[in-house]
């Protein structure tokens, strides 16, 4: 029986050790984890959870291996938390699900992966990347405008507050926002249309994108922004409504575009929000999507458009074998080791 480690960070963990829940908002609840190792063993895998990336070194040093590894490690520290987990696996050659190394460090900052997006001409707002507070008087786009930290997810430092209408406001919502995440801003126009997040799964030519999700905020949310508090109650905050309109649809045509662009794999989400003429534009994109059955989005979007939470964890995996079976390891010329061994059978 072929095993599959999972790698993740559990939130209580982090809670128990002094942690804040705006800090511990990425990472997963142990039902997730549940959820995930429940799926993998109707589908005939043996599983073994490993933990955190420091976690995952110790094992190794152990002589622990797995034929691969489901990784939803988020990291703690630096452009590269996210893609800690995935680098050190690499350095052992043992396949994993979603993006490698350089594409995760890249998405991570909102900044650089803009510059890459628009490099390949698809529209995002303008922006610029604030180091210090005192950057704000130079700025010359045109307000309002929208600041966020350029690091980080689930909408951590994003608030009402983050739609500044004057360079006054700007210094003052920098300043708080750099000195609490200890990390520059990404600052860029305030788009006024329809925000959309569009589910993606596969890899590269086998990329599709699943469907369009759009995001409505009910009366009692914070408006204007899918904030950090819309998105921790979005059960009570937020609607989301599958959208098939032409709109949408050139949301999801965009969405793909940045997908394979990038090179992310396996499954995840690209975020856009339209202009006032109804013109989608990139936000951002997440290749290490969350994946509560219940609370997360890329898993909402699936169950609305018929993919159970079982067949999009399948998804994911198929995604993740074919691609170890089928290409060379980066940095050597052996083949991946999952190729020389029995594939096993993934239910279709």
């Known amino acids: 029986?072929?095993?599959?480690?999972?790698?993740?960070?559990?939130?209580?963990?982090?809670?128990?050790?002094g942690y804040g829940e705006e800090e511990t908002a990425e990472f997963d609840h142990p039902d997730t984890i549940d959820a995930i190792e429940r799926v993998l063993r109707d589908l005939?895998?043996?599983t073994d959870r490993i933990g955190h990336g420091k976690d995952l070194t110790a094992r190794l040093a152990r002589g622990d291996r797995w034929d691969l590894v489901f990784n939803l490690a988020e990291g703690l520290?630096?452009?590269?938390?996210?893609?800690?987990?995935?680098?050190?696996?690499?350095?052992?050659?043992?396949?994993?699900?979603?993006s490698d190394p350089l594409v995760l460090s890249l998405t991570l900052h909102k900044g650089l992966a803009k510059h890459v997006v628009r490099d390949m001409g698809i529209p995002t707002p303008d922006f610029a990347v604030l180091e210090s507070h005192e950057e704000a008087r130079s700025i010359a786009l045109p307000y309002p405008l929208f600041v966020k930290p350029v690091a980080e997810g689930t909408g951590k430092g994003v608030t009402p507050a983050s739609r500044v209408r004057?360079?006054?406001?700007?210094?003052?919502?920098?300043?708080?926002?750099?000195e609490t995440?200890?990390?520059?801003?990404?600052?860029?126009?305030?788009?006024?249309?329809?925000?959309?997040?569009?589910?993606?799964?596969?890899?590269?030519k086998a990329a599709e994108a699943v469907?369009?999700?759009?995001?409505?905020l009910n009366d009692r949310a914070e408006q204007e922004v899918y904030s950090y508090v819309n998105k921790e109650r979005c059960e009570e905050l937020v609607e989301y409504r599958v959208?098939?309109?032409?709109?949408?649809?050139r949301a999801l045509a965009l969405a793909l575009?940045?997908?394979?662009?990038?090179?992310?794999?396996?499954?995840?989400?690209?975020?856009?929000?339209?202009?006032?003429?109804?013109?989608?534009?990139?936000?951002?994109?997440?290749?290490?999507?969350?994946l509560h059955p219940e609370h997360s989005d890329l898993p909402i979007l699936c169950s609305r458009v018929g993919i159970s939470y079982p067949g999009l964890i399948e998804k994911i995996v198929r995604s993740a074998l074919d691609r170890a079976s089928n290409s060379p390891c980066p940095g050597t010329r052996k083949e991946c080791r999952l190729e020389s061994r029995d594939p096993g059978r993934i239910p279709a």
Not at 166 to 176: I, K
Not at 181 to 204: A, D, H, K, M, W
Not at 211 to 216: A, D, I, P, R, T
Request: hydrophobic share 40%.
């Open 1 to 17: 029986m072929r095993v599959i480690g999972l790698t993740y960070d559990l939130r209580r963990d982090y809670l128990a050790m």
């Open 44 to 46: 005939g895998f043996g």
């Open 77 to 98: 520290h630096g452009y590269g938390r996210e893609a800690l987990v995935p680098a050190i696996l690499d350095a052992y050659e043992i396949p994993y699900t979603f």
């Open 166 to 178: 004057s360079p006054e406001e700007l210094g003052v919502v920098s300043r708080r926002l750099i």
């Open 181 to 204: 995440y200890r990390q520059p801003v990404l600052v860029e126009t305030f788009l006024p249309g329809r925000e959309f997040t569009v589910g993606i799964l596969g890899t590269g």
């Open 211 to 216: 469907g369009v999700l759009e995001v409505h």
């Open 243 to 249: 959208a098939t309109d032409p709109e949408a649809l």
């Open 257 to 290: 575009e940045v997908w394979r662009g990038l090179g992310c794999r396996d499954g995840g989400r690209v975020d856009l929000r339209s202009d006032s003429r109804g013109k989608p534009h990139f936000l951002e994109v997440n290749p290490l999507a969350g």
